[in-house]
Protein backbone atom coordinates (compact mmCIF):
# COMPACT_ATOMS: atom_id res chain seq x y z
CA UNK A 1 0.00 0.00 0.00
CA UNK A 2 1.35 3.69 -0.59
CA UNK A 3 2.35 5.50 1.74
CA UNK A 4 0.83 9.16 2.57
CA UNK A 5 3.95 11.83 2.59
CA UNK A 6 4.31 13.55 5.84
CA UNK A 7 7.24 15.53 7.26
CA UNK A 8 7.82 17.54 10.71
CA UNK A 9 10.42 19.73 11.25
CA UNK A 10 10.78 21.33 14.69
CA UNK A 11 12.59 21.05 18.15
CA UNK A 12 12.09 18.15 20.26
CA UNK A 13 12.83 17.85 24.09
CA UNK A 14 13.20 14.03 25.85
CA UNK A 15 13.71 13.25 29.12
CA UNK A 16 14.13 9.70 30.80
CA UNK A 17 15.27 7.76 33.81
CA UNK A 18 18.71 7.40 32.73
CA UNK A 19 21.43 8.94 34.30
CA UNK A 20 23.20 11.92 31.97
CA UNK A 21 23.99 10.53 28.67
CA UNK A 22 21.93 7.81 28.49
CA UNK A 23 23.72 4.63 27.77
CA UNK A 24 21.06 3.36 25.10
CA UNK A 25 22.06 6.21 22.84
CA UNK A 26 25.04 4.05 22.62
CA UNK A 27 23.53 0.89 22.21
CA UNK A 28 24.11 -0.07 26.04
CA UNK A 29 21.80 -1.30 28.60
CA UNK A 30 19.69 1.64 30.53
CA UNK A 31 21.10 2.95 33.55
CA UNK A 32 18.83 1.12 36.33
CA UNK A 33 17.70 -1.16 33.38
CA UNK A 34 14.48 -0.33 32.76
CA UNK A 35 13.39 2.94 30.58
CA UNK A 36 10.88 5.75 31.57
CA UNK A 37 10.50 8.74 29.30
CA UNK A 38 8.91 11.99 28.11
CA UNK A 39 8.93 13.78 25.12
CA UNK A 40 7.72 16.84 23.69
CA UNK A 41 7.82 18.41 19.63
CA UNK A 42 6.70 21.37 18.83
CA UNK A 43 5.97 21.40 14.99
CA UNK A 44 7.37 24.02 13.36
CA UNK A 45 6.62 23.25 9.67
CA UNK A 46 5.15 20.12 8.78
CA UNK A 47 2.22 17.93 6.83
CA UNK A 48 0.68 15.19 6.49
CA UNK A 49 -0.77 14.33 2.59
CA UNK A 50 -2.72 17.85 2.31
CA UNK A 51 -2.89 18.33 6.07
CA UNK A 52 -0.72 21.25 7.68
CA UNK A 53 0.46 20.65 10.45
CA UNK A 54 2.71 24.01 11.25
CA UNK A 55 2.62 24.89 14.64
CA UNK A 56 0.79 22.56 16.48
CA UNK A 57 2.70 20.50 19.49
CA UNK A 58 2.83 16.49 20.10
CA UNK A 59 4.31 14.77 23.44
CA UNK A 60 4.18 11.43 24.78
CA UNK A 61 5.12 9.72 28.33
CA UNK A 62 6.42 6.02 27.64
CA UNK A 63 7.87 3.04 29.79
CA UNK A 64 9.65 -0.47 29.59
CA UNK A 65 10.03 -2.88 31.94
CA UNK A 66 13.78 -3.65 30.14
CA UNK A 67 15.62 -1.93 27.46
CA UNK A 68 13.33 -0.66 24.76
CA UNK A 69 14.21 -2.90 22.17
CA UNK A 70 13.65 -5.95 24.59
CA UNK A 71 9.71 -4.50 24.29
CA UNK A 72 6.47 -4.80 26.47
CA UNK A 73 6.24 -1.32 26.88
CA UNK A 74 3.30 1.13 27.13
CA UNK A 75 2.93 4.47 25.30
CA UNK A 76 0.53 7.57 26.04
CA UNK A 77 0.56 9.75 22.92
CA UNK A 78 -0.50 13.39 23.98
CA UNK A 79 -1.75 15.68 21.06
CA UNK A 80 -2.13 19.10 20.99
CA UNK A 81 -6.32 20.35 21.49
CA UNK A 82 -5.77 22.85 18.86
CA UNK A 83 -5.56 20.22 16.52
CA UNK A 84 -8.56 19.87 13.86
CA UNK A 85 -9.80 16.27 13.74
CA UNK A 86 -7.73 16.26 10.33
CA UNK A 87 -4.75 17.48 11.81
CA UNK A 88 -5.69 14.70 15.25
CA UNK A 89 -5.66 11.90 12.68
CA UNK A 90 -2.79 13.02 11.00
CA UNK A 91 -0.21 13.28 13.99
CA UNK A 92 -1.54 10.21 15.80
CA UNK A 93 -1.11 8.24 12.04
CA UNK A 94 2.61 9.99 12.13
CA UNK A 95 3.12 8.96 16.35
CA UNK A 96 1.70 5.02 16.21
CA UNK A 97 4.42 4.44 13.24
CA UNK A 98 2.01 4.31 10.26
CA UNK A 99 3.03 5.67 6.60
CA UNK A 100 6.70 5.35 7.72
CA UNK A 101 9.41 2.56 6.96
CA UNK A 102 9.70 -0.46 9.62
CA UNK A 103 12.71 1.45 12.05
CA UNK A 104 12.56 4.25 10.02
CA UNK A 105 11.35 6.78 12.89
CA UNK A 106 11.63 6.77 16.48
CA UNK A 107 7.64 6.65 16.71
CA UNK A 108 7.76 3.76 15.15
CA UNK A 109 10.39 1.53 16.92
CA UNK A 110 8.83 2.97 19.94
CA UNK A 111 5.30 1.77 18.69
CA UNK A 112 6.12 -1.53 17.85
CA UNK A 113 8.04 -1.99 21.05
CA UNK A 114 4.77 -1.56 23.26
CA UNK A 115 2.43 -4.02 23.95
CA UNK A 116 0.12 -1.07 25.04
CA UNK A 117 -0.59 2.19 23.45
CA UNK A 118 -3.37 4.24 26.13
CA UNK A 119 -6.11 6.27 24.13
CA UNK A 120 -4.64 9.27 22.71
CA UNK A 121 -5.16 12.66 25.04
CA UNK A 122 -6.25 16.13 23.57
CA UNK A 123 -4.85 18.44 26.02
CA UNK A 124 -2.96 21.99 25.81
CA UNK A 125 0.72 21.75 25.64
CA UNK A 126 3.32 24.54 26.66
CA UNK A 127 6.31 24.20 24.90
CA UNK A 128 9.79 26.09 24.60
CA UNK A 129 13.55 25.15 24.20
CA UNK A 130 16.44 27.53 24.03
CA UNK A 131 19.46 24.83 22.78
CA UNK A 132 21.85 27.57 23.63
CA UNK A 133 21.56 27.22 27.16
CA UNK A 134 19.92 23.80 27.25
CA UNK A 135 16.39 25.36 29.39
CA UNK A 136 13.45 24.08 28.48
CA UNK A 137 10.07 22.77 29.50
CA UNK A 138 7.60 20.93 28.34
CA UNK A 139 3.98 20.77 30.20
CA UNK A 140 0.16 19.22 30.04
CA UNK A 141 -1.21 20.56 32.86
CA UNK A 142 -2.58 17.77 35.29
CA UNK A 143 -0.84 14.95 32.97
CA UNK A 144 3.26 15.76 32.44
CA UNK A 145 5.64 18.30 33.03
CA UNK A 146 9.37 18.36 31.86
CA UNK A 147 12.03 20.64 32.91
CA UNK A 148 15.53 20.61 31.27
CA UNK A 149 18.58 22.82 32.18
CA UNK A 150 22.72 22.86 31.52
CA UNK A 151 24.27 19.49 32.84
CA UNK A 152 26.29 21.03 35.61
CA UNK A 153 30.14 19.86 36.52
CA UNK A 154 30.48 18.84 39.74
CA UNK A 155 33.53 20.06 40.54
CA UNK A 156 33.20 23.69 39.39
CA UNK A 157 29.34 24.19 39.45
CA UNK A 158 30.19 25.27 35.80
CA UNK A 159 27.47 24.48 32.69
CA UNK A 160 28.75 21.31 31.13
CA UNK A 161 27.95 21.62 26.85
CA UNK A 162 27.93 18.00 25.52
CA UNK A 163 26.29 17.22 21.64
CA UNK A 164 25.56 13.41 20.55
CA UNK A 165 25.80 12.46 16.62
CA UNK A 166 24.12 9.56 15.67
CA UNK A 167 24.68 8.86 12.10
CA UNK A 168 21.86 6.76 11.42
CA UNK A 169 20.13 7.91 14.47
CA UNK A 170 16.39 7.19 14.07
CA UNK A 171 15.39 10.10 15.92
CA UNK A 172 17.86 13.07 15.45
CA UNK A 173 21.75 13.45 13.55
CA UNK A 174 22.55 15.82 16.64
CA UNK A 175 20.99 16.35 19.96
CA UNK A 176 22.76 19.02 23.21
CA UNK A 177 22.70 17.05 26.24
CA UNK A 178 21.19 18.31 29.23
CA UNK A 179 19.93 17.31 32.76
CA UNK A 180 16.16 16.95 33.22
CA UNK A 181 13.35 16.60 35.57
CA UNK A 182 10.04 14.80 34.98
CA UNK A 183 6.54 14.24 37.28
CA UNK A 184 4.08 12.64 35.51
CA UNK A 185 0.24 12.05 36.80
CA UNK A 186 -0.77 10.19 34.01
CA UNK A 187 -1.59 7.21 33.32
CA UNK A 188 2.65 6.23 33.27
CA UNK A 189 3.38 7.85 36.34
CA UNK A 190 7.08 9.40 36.11
CA UNK A 191 9.53 10.81 38.95
CA UNK A 192 12.69 11.63 38.18
CA UNK A 193 14.68 14.49 39.20
CA UNK A 194 18.25 15.68 37.69
CA UNK A 195 18.67 12.43 34.61
CA UNK A 196 19.21 12.22 31.28
CA UNK A 197 17.45 15.16 28.89
CA UNK A 198 17.93 15.77 24.99
CA UNK A 199 16.91 18.87 22.79
CA UNK A 200 17.06 17.92 19.34
CA UNK A 201 15.87 20.10 16.12
CA UNK A 202 13.90 17.10 14.53
CA UNK A 203 13.13 16.56 10.43
CA UNK A 204 11.87 13.67 9.74
CA UNK A 205 9.69 11.89 7.02
CA UNK A 206 8.17 8.28 6.51
CA UNK A 207 11.66 7.18 5.31
CA UNK A 208 13.87 8.46 8.61
CA UNK A 209 15.86 11.04 9.60
CA UNK A 210 16.50 13.95 7.06
CA UNK A 211 20.36 13.94 6.80
CA UNK B 1 56.64 31.35 37.51
CA UNK B 2 56.70 31.06 33.28
CA UNK B 3 55.56 28.05 31.97
CA UNK B 4 57.32 25.85 29.49
CA UNK B 5 55.20 26.26 26.08
CA UNK B 6 54.48 22.60 25.05
CA UNK B 7 52.15 20.97 22.28
CA UNK B 8 50.96 17.37 21.57
CA UNK B 9 48.67 16.60 17.91
CA UNK B 10 47.78 13.27 17.65
CA UNK B 11 45.01 10.67 17.44
CA UNK B 12 44.29 8.85 20.82
CA UNK B 13 42.00 5.58 21.65
CA UNK B 14 40.55 5.36 25.17
CA UNK B 15 39.03 2.66 26.98
CA UNK B 16 37.56 2.04 30.20
CA UNK B 17 35.39 -0.27 32.66
CA UNK B 18 31.93 1.86 32.05
CA UNK B 19 29.29 1.37 29.34
CA UNK B 20 29.53 2.20 26.17
CA UNK B 21 28.73 6.38 26.49
CA UNK B 22 30.76 6.46 29.97
CA UNK B 23 28.65 8.62 31.98
CA UNK B 24 31.53 10.55 33.43
CA UNK B 25 31.47 12.40 30.16
CA UNK B 26 28.00 13.64 30.59
CA UNK B 27 29.28 14.69 34.83
CA UNK B 28 27.23 11.61 36.17
CA UNK B 29 28.97 8.88 38.20
CA UNK B 30 30.95 6.29 36.38
CA UNK B 31 29.15 3.22 35.47
CA UNK B 32 30.62 0.55 38.27
CA UNK B 33 31.47 3.37 40.70
CA UNK B 34 34.98 3.46 40.28
CA UNK B 35 36.66 4.46 36.96
CA UNK B 36 39.63 1.92 35.52
CA UNK B 37 40.79 2.95 31.84
CA UNK B 38 44.08 3.56 29.77
CA UNK B 39 45.12 5.69 26.89
CA UNK B 40 46.74 4.57 23.59
CA UNK B 41 48.11 6.57 20.72
CA UNK B 42 47.96 5.11 16.68
CA UNK B 43 44.85 4.50 15.52
CA UNK B 44 42.05 4.47 12.72
CA UNK B 45 38.97 7.32 14.28
CA UNK B 46 36.74 6.79 11.28
CA UNK B 47 36.59 3.36 11.26
CA UNK B 48 37.00 2.95 15.14
CA UNK B 49 39.86 0.56 15.16
CA UNK B 50 42.65 0.83 17.54
CA UNK B 51 45.09 -1.94 18.53
CA UNK B 52 47.95 -1.02 21.06
CA UNK B 53 50.28 -3.60 22.72
CA UNK B 54 53.14 -2.64 25.27
CA UNK B 55 54.49 -5.89 26.29
CA UNK B 56 53.93 -7.31 29.64
CA UNK B 57 52.20 -4.04 30.58
CA UNK B 58 48.67 -3.38 28.34
CA UNK B 59 47.32 -5.18 25.40
CA UNK B 60 44.40 -3.69 24.29
CA UNK B 61 41.71 -3.49 21.01
CA UNK B 62 39.22 -1.11 19.69
CA UNK B 63 36.10 -1.34 17.32
CA UNK B 64 32.90 -0.10 16.48
CA UNK B 65 30.00 -0.63 18.94
CA UNK B 66 27.22 -3.38 17.50
CA UNK B 67 23.61 -2.84 18.11
CA UNK B 68 22.20 -5.50 20.32
CA UNK B 69 18.85 -4.91 18.22
CA UNK B 70 20.07 -5.24 14.90
CA UNK B 71 23.36 -6.42 14.74
CA UNK B 72 24.98 -3.31 12.96
CA UNK B 73 27.54 -1.05 13.49
CA UNK B 74 26.62 2.09 15.32
CA UNK B 75 27.77 5.48 15.04
CA UNK B 76 27.76 7.69 17.82
CA UNK B 77 29.81 10.84 18.44
CA UNK B 78 30.16 13.42 21.35
CA UNK B 79 30.92 16.59 20.61
CA UNK B 80 32.39 19.06 23.85
CA UNK B 81 33.40 22.37 22.88
CA UNK B 82 34.59 22.96 26.52
CA UNK B 83 36.30 19.28 26.76
CA UNK B 84 39.44 18.97 28.80
CA UNK B 85 40.57 15.86 27.08
CA UNK B 86 38.45 16.28 23.12
CA UNK B 87 36.43 18.44 21.01
CA UNK B 88 35.25 15.33 19.18
CA UNK B 89 35.21 11.49 19.79
CA UNK B 90 33.86 8.86 18.15
CA UNK B 91 32.38 6.42 20.41
CA UNK B 92 33.06 2.84 19.97
CA UNK B 93 34.04 -0.68 22.26
CA UNK B 94 37.52 -1.56 23.69
CA UNK B 95 38.41 -4.20 25.46
CA UNK B 96 42.01 -4.80 26.95
CA UNK B 97 44.13 -6.55 29.64
CA UNK B 98 47.09 -4.78 31.81
CA UNK B 99 49.50 -5.82 33.91
CA UNK B 100 51.86 -4.17 36.42
CA UNK B 101 50.90 -1.45 39.15
CA UNK B 102 47.34 -0.56 37.37
CA UNK B 103 46.32 -4.18 36.69
CA UNK B 104 42.68 -4.51 34.82
CA UNK B 105 40.98 -6.54 32.26
CA UNK B 106 37.98 -4.76 30.18
CA UNK B 107 35.96 -6.61 28.22
CA UNK B 108 33.60 -4.73 25.82
CA UNK B 109 33.18 -1.74 27.50
CA UNK B 110 33.56 2.12 26.28
CA UNK B 111 35.79 2.89 23.91
CA UNK B 112 36.73 6.65 22.82
CA UNK B 113 38.70 7.24 19.95
CA UNK B 114 39.56 10.77 19.11
CA UNK B 115 42.34 13.24 17.86
CA UNK B 116 44.17 14.73 20.77
CA UNK B 117 45.55 18.79 20.13
CA UNK B 118 46.70 20.11 23.73
CA UNK B 119 49.05 22.87 24.89
CA UNK B 120 48.98 23.95 28.37
CA UNK B 121 46.31 26.37 27.91
CA UNK B 122 44.03 23.09 27.45
CA UNK B 123 42.45 21.31 24.27
CA UNK B 124 42.73 23.76 21.19
CA UNK B 125 39.28 23.69 19.97
Redesign the interface.
Known amino acids: MAHTDWMIRGPEIASCNCSYGCPCQFNALPTDGTCRAAVGIQIEKGHYGKVKLDGLRLAATAAWPGPIHMGHGEIQPIVDERATPEQREALLKIMSGQDTEPGATFFQVFVSMCDTVHPPMFKKIDFNADMKSCVGHVSVPGVVEVKTEAIRNPVTGKPHHAKVSLRQGFEYTEAEYASGTIKSAGPIALNTVGKHAHMAMLHMTGQGVVR | MARIDWLIVGKSFGNCNC?????C?????P?HGACRGFEVFEIDIEARKATASIPGVLETEGRP??????GQD??????????IEFDIAE?GSGSATTKGAIAFTLKDSYGQFNRLRHHGGGVIH
Open positions: DYGCPQFESLTIKSPATHWVRIDMPGGI
